[in-house]
């Protein structure tokens, strides 16, 4: 799992006024080709119900992973210029200690 030159790093989001289902055309549209863009290996969406939405993005390396995160800003709508985006509640970059 380590990468050559360290660890990789993880996006970890969590955003309010998500929907299952109701978010999926900017999810697709534009949040994922833009994480691509951004450099990312991988990336999990979540509903976990209530509005709550979570993202766990991974990236090969800090640099990225906090690029990524620099455009996402607490209070704010994860895509500025498009109705009905969800809102950050909470942005963090963590090193990942294990995958499969």
């Given at each position: 799992?380590?990468?050559?030159g360290g660890?990789?790093f993880a996006?970890?989001?969590v955003?309010?006024?998500?929907?299952?289902?109701?978010?999926?055309?900017?999810?697709?549209?534009?949040i994922?080709?833009?994480?691509r863009?951004?450099?990312?290996?991988?990336?999990?969406?979540?509903?976990?119900?209530?509005?709550?939405g979570?993202?766990?993005?991974?990236?090969?390396?800090?640099?990225?992973?906090?690029?990524l995160?620099?455009?996402?800003?607490?209070?704010?709508?994860?895509?500025?210029?498009?109705?009905?985006?969800?809102?950050?509640?909470?942005?963090?970059?963590?090193?990942?200690v294990?995958?499969f």
């Amino acid at each position: 799992m380590t990468q050559k030159g360290g660890h990789m790093f993880a996006v970890f989001v969590v955003v309010e006024g998500a929907g299952e289902g109701s978010g999926n055309a900017l999810l697709n549209d534009v949040i994922i080709p833009r994480a691509r863009q951004a450099g990312a290996r991988s990336g999990v969406w979540i509903f976990r119900g209530e509005g709550v939405g979570t993202s766990v993005v991974t990236f090969d390396d800090e640099a990225s992973a906090k690029g990524l995160a620099g455009r996402l800003t607490v209070g704010q709508p994860v895509v500025p210029d498009q109705a009905g985006s969800p809102v950050v509640r909470s942005v963090e970059v963590c090193p990942v200690v294990g995958s499969f």
